[in-house]
T-cell receptor, first 114, second 114 residues
């Protein structure tokens, strides 16, 4: 089954404690990205990657890091989480180009930073 | 500055009637538009898309209309069903249909009443 898998689904952590949210896709997609969803703000892109070892900032990259060492994996790293990073996070993947190659989203990770 | 705007945070319609969700954009470089549907506790799922070379695309009960001169698109659902109750996100991309760098609106919550 084609899917994007995020782990964990729920996470409560304390300010400053480094964490990683994993994302894996099995569709051989070149493009992967991370979004956060906040009430009244919709989905905002954090980082994206066009292929292995190619990453770039999205609209709200501050406080986040990513890496793309393998095509299937795109982890999101919070080196020193803060309460304003409490949010619902989604990983997405797609082929890079072409009509009909819609982005597939993971189930989401609800992060709470206290 | 918001490039993709969904000005109605919510919409309520009766089962069997038409639902019309609206979306406006400001960036004339956008050439591919998509609608995503999101249920609570799930990731967004692709619904329907339209290229800027078309003004209409239909898929079953769902039709998307694009008015490039007005920089406006709309999603029509006919007939609406209670299972259509969800948050609908409009998204846009530039650069030949690339799905990677999607810009999302804030979403419209549709409630279909039996």
């Amino acid at each position: 089954e084609a899917q994007v898998t995020q782990n964990p689904r729920y996470l409560i952590t304390v300010t400053g404690k480094k964490l990683t949210v994993t994302c894996s896709q099995n569709m051989n997609h070149e493009y992967m990205s991370w979004y956060r969803q906040d009430p009244g703000l919709g989905l905002r892109q954090i980082y994206y990657s066009m292929n292995v070892e190619v990453t770039d900032k999205g609209d709200v990259p501050e406080g986040y890091k990513v890496s793309r060492k393998e095509k299937r994996n795109f982890p999101l790293i919070l080196e020193s989480p803060s309460p304003n990073q409490t949010s619902l996070y989604f990983c997405a993947s797609s082929f890079y180009r072409g009509p009909g190659t819609e982005a597939f989203f993971g189930q989401g990770t609800r992060l709470t930073v206290v | 500055d918001q490039q993709v705007k969904q000005n109605s945070p919510s919409l309520s319609v009766q089962e069997g009637r038409i639902s019309i969700l609206n979306c406006d954009y400001t960036n004339s470089m956008f050439d591919y538009f998509l609608w995503y549907k999101k249920y609570p506790a799930e990731g967004p799922t692709f619904l329907i898309s339209i290229s800027s070379i078309k003004d209409k695309n239909e898929d079953g009960r769902f039709t998307v209309f694009l008015n490039k001169s007005a920089k406006h698109l709309s999603l029509h659902i006919v007939p609406s069903q209670p299972g259509d109750s969800a948050v609908y996100f409009c998204a846009a991309s530039a650069g030949g249909g690339s799905q990677g760098n999607l810009i999302f609106g804030k979403g419209t919550k549709l409630s279909v009443k039996p």
